[in-house]
């Protein structure tokens, strides 16, 4: 039986060519992008599974709540966190610190940079990485030991039996070398914790002070790891009762701190909680750093999967409204089938049968477009997928319910309407359900699919505008600084005094007009501005580094290294701190700004700088103070370059850098660059947005065409009337066009509204953003209705210009 229906299958899908063409590339596409997902949300569900312990495992996650900024969620913790909490709560079995960043290898004459992890010696009884030489009870117990994994032994030394060999790296200014006490397996992919070597954690503290923070709980800077026990059935103690128990441990170790915290800067709350181990990865509340990476949100998976939901979605509608509308060719075939005796359940399995067929025939041609476009997905989706992620048995198992769901959700409905007819009245041919019908008739589900499938397509296409037009606003905002040719140098850790003396060779180089320098990264501190407690940004600058921006002293003036005081008690406000913290009543110039520390710090305010975009157009303008670095301390050099002349200073540069730091890696960044890589999820975004929306244009052109073809067909002898009684081709093209042009308006109609609300909350993630303005929608609108009316023009003048003698004669 079977096999008669996959052979009459083929039959009608071979004599329907176009048809089943049009429902073989719609179905093509839309399993393509299926598949993509797949393989996307697949790999962010396998994060960190691989561990033994996984269920009870977990990190340790505080809140704080204050007056200034309210509650703020991170999973960084201090030194005393994890060995306080396995000392005094029985339900903890072990803890682990780690912590973790990039330091320099020595390879010949070569650095190279390669990730560190520093770990208690608990590492290899918590987590599952393989250990494929040393003694995992030992191997991290020696601070002048490191362990590095099979692929950096092979890179170093063409060999993983390295066991007591030396490797160097850079220890704040000078290589040294370090004993090899193990071999590990490069960590999976889909690791949250992932390195090039492991070191001990006693080895990350002062070497004067091993007790160093042991006892400071207000602290954070590492991750801190907990293995909760199991009872004798495998039953893994409750977080719930862990977290309650944390409460008394900080209530009787962190009281003190607590204490002068409320007392010094008003109400501060502390707490920690758990966080499982396997949902770190896509949850990014508590953020992922040192020493773990690749976080990610499960809202990327929920957003691509009902992109692939919506592109599947306009194929099975191109095939049930296709399938719709032939069923008045094959009326005669139901009733003959129903007079000679097949049942209702025989003609279901046959419709059924020829779904499947199609869906298989879609299928191949669907994964050869994955095989060849998965390493340009990959990229676009920041992964390292691998065509042999297709072939695992839970790939094959997920493509193969793929295939049946799909035939199954198309083929059903039709189907069923199908092998429902009357065989007097499909031999008579006395119903209207398809053809002209479909789209002129009273059949509201043919209508309601074509508005669906546009629906689709319009609202996809409003989102491409719209990132495009926020990413284009991105690109040539005013932020307030100059970024063009203006590059970044990095200055590696103990060699800050070698940056002092590049920036001195590199003044007055052909090519260069100004170099400056400043301290790295992005740091807060609370001050007090008449006794009041405030937070703000701080930079450490050279005297020249305002100039280089191009970023005016609007009030006062600028620091200087040749007055004494600007290096010690003079600072710079933008305007943002003077109108947020100073008092305006009176000039900011001469205002006291106070730092409590060891000893108490007085500032006073020589300076305003007007606001620049300190952080990304998300971010609302911060309040931002400014002191002179010092020489020592300073790691990033900045040059403007000539634009006559970039090359030659470029070169300039990296010379001057390799002769006075030798061994470092060199690399040079271009300011633009550095501030769009801010934006690098959104241009992400906007690539698949961009490709989504084309698949949807053409998918439901091409369903469009596959309408419109049929229309034509069964309407040929009315076409061939109209043109002997005299009616123009531009008459029959409108005939022709008006209602599946009214069908594509409705769907830009229902649109646009549902397109502008997601759109303004998108933006509205924001701050500076760009306008959203009618044309948006007045252009997607006619760009849908353009590409609808030239797919229906194609057929619709086709059947204007048929011999109407030849269209009479037709049966």
Request: hydrophobic share 45%.
């Amino acid at each position: 039986m079977l096999r008669n229906y996959l052979k009459i299958a083929w039959r009608n899908l071979w004599i329907n060519r176009v048809f089943s063409s049009v429902n073989i590339i719609g179905l093509s596409l839309g399993l393509a992008a299926v598949l993509f997902i797949l393989l996307f949300v697949r790999d962010e569900i396998s994060y960190d599974k691989f561990h033994e312990h996984g269920d009870r495992l977990y990190r340790v996650v505080r809140h704080t709540t204050d007056a200034d900024v309210g509650e703020r969620k991170n999973g960084i913790t201090g030194m005393p966190q994890g060995p306080t909490f396995a000392r005094e709560i029985p339900e903890v079995e072990a803890f682990c610190r780690v912590k973790g960043y990039e330091m320099l290898f020595r390879k010949g004459n070569e650095g190279i940079y390669q990730q560190v992890v520093y770990a208690d010696t608990s590492f290899f009884r918590l987590f599952s990485f393989k250990l494929l030489a040393g003694d995992a009870n030992t191997l991290l117990n020696d601070p002048r030991s490191v362990v590095l994994t099979d692929e950096i032994a092979t890179k170093y030394f063409g060999t993983t039996d390295i066991l007591g060999k030396l490797i160097k790296i850079d220890a704040g200014g000078n290589f040294e070398s370090y004993k090899i006490t193990g071999v590990v397996k490069t960590p999976p992919i889909n690791s949250s914790i992932r390195f090039d070597a492991l070191r001990p954690f006693i080895a990350s503290l002062p070497p004067d002070r091993k007790d160093w923070n042991e006892n400071v709980w207000l602290n954070s800077f590492l991750n801190t790891f907990l293995l909760l026990r199991s009872d004798r059935a495998g039953i893994p103690a409750d977080p719930a009762v862990v977290e309650r128990k944390f409460v008394a441990v900080v209530n009787i170790h962190a009281r003190h701190e607590l204490a002068d915290i409320n007392k010094e800067y008003g109400p501060y709350k502390l707490s920690y909680h758990l966080q499982p181990y396997e949902a770190m990865h896509l949850n990014p509340e508590y953020g992922m750093n040192n020493g773990l990476m690749s976080g990610s949100s499960s809202v990327y998976s929920y957003i691509l999967s009902a992109i692939a939901g919506f592109i599947l979605l306009l194929a099975g509608i191109n095939f049930v409204n296709l399938t719709l509308a032939r069923s008045l060719r094959r009326g005669k075939e139901i009733g003959v089938r129903k007079v000679i005796g097949s049942t209702r359940a025989q003609l279901v399995g046959q419709f059924l049968s020829e779904s499947l067929l199609l869906t298989v025939l879609a299928f191949v041609p669907a994964m050869l477009l994955v095989w060849g476009l998965l390493p340009h997905f990959s990229e676009l989706a920041n992964k390292q997928l691998q065509v042999r992620f297709l072939f695992t048995p839970q790939t094959v198992g997920l493509f193969l319910a793929l295939i049946l769901l799909v035939a199954l959700l198309t083929g059903l409905y039709p189907a069923l309407v199908l092998s429902g007819f009357s065989p007097v009245q499909t031999l008579y041919q006395r119903f209207r359900l398809s053809g002209t019908g479909l789209l002129t008739g009273r059949n509201w589900l043919g209508k309601s699919l074509v508005v669906v499938q546009f629906t689709i397509a319009v609202f996809l296409l409003i989102g491409t505008a719209v990132l495009h037009g926020q990413f284009q606003y991105i690109r040539t905002a005013n932020i307030g600084y100059e970024t063009a040719n203006r590059v970044r140098v990095y200055i590696p850790w103990g060699r800050e005094r070698r940056g002092e003396l590049l920036q001195a060779t590199l003044r007055n180089q052909p090519g260069i007009q100004i170099v400056t320098r400043k301290a790295g990264g992005s740091n807060f501190n609370t001050y007090k501005v008449n006794d009041k407690p405030i937070l703000s940004a701080i930079e450490r600058i050279d005297d020249q580094y305002l100039s280089f921006l191009d970023v005016p002293v609007v009030q006062g003036r600028a620091l200087t290294y040749t007055n004494p005081l600007d290096s010690v008690s003079n600072i710079l406000v933008n305007e943002t701190f003077a109108k947020k913290f100073l008092n305006t009543n009176q000039p900011a110039v001469g205002q006291i700004v106070d730092q409590d520390g060891g000893a108490k710090t007085r500032y006073t305010v020589v300076g305003v700088v007007r606001d620049y975009q300190y952080g990304t157009l998300r971010d609302k303008l911060e309040p931002v103070l400014w002191q002179l670095g010092k020489p020592d301390r300073m790691n990033q050099l900045y040059a403007k370059l000539d634009p006559a002349q970039t090359q030659q200073a470029l070169l300039t540069i990296e010379q001057n850098f390799k002769r006075l730091i030798p061994f470092q890696p060199f690399s040079v960044h271009f300011m633009e660059d550095d501030r769009l890589e801010n934006y690098t999820d959104d241009a992400r975004w906007t690539q698949i947005i961009t490709y989504s929306s084309l698949l949807a244009i053409l998918i439901s052109a091409l369903g469009l065409f596959g309408l419109v073809s049929l229309t034509v067909e069964t309407r040929t002898k009315e076409i061939g009337i109209r043109k002997v009684l005299g009616a123009s081709i531009a008459e029959i093209t409108r005939l022709i066009s008006v209602n599946f042009l009214m069908l594509v308006g409705a769907a830009c109609l229902i649109a646009m509204p549902v397109g502008w609300y997601v759109a303004r909350q998108w933006l509205d993630t924001f701050v500076f953003r760009m306008e959203f303005d009618w044309w948006i929608f007045a252009l997607t609108g006619a760009f849908m209705l353009i590409v609808a009316g030239f797919t229906i023009a194609i057929q619709a003048v086709r059947a204007a210009l048929m011999n109407p003698v030849k269209s009479l004669r037709s049966e």
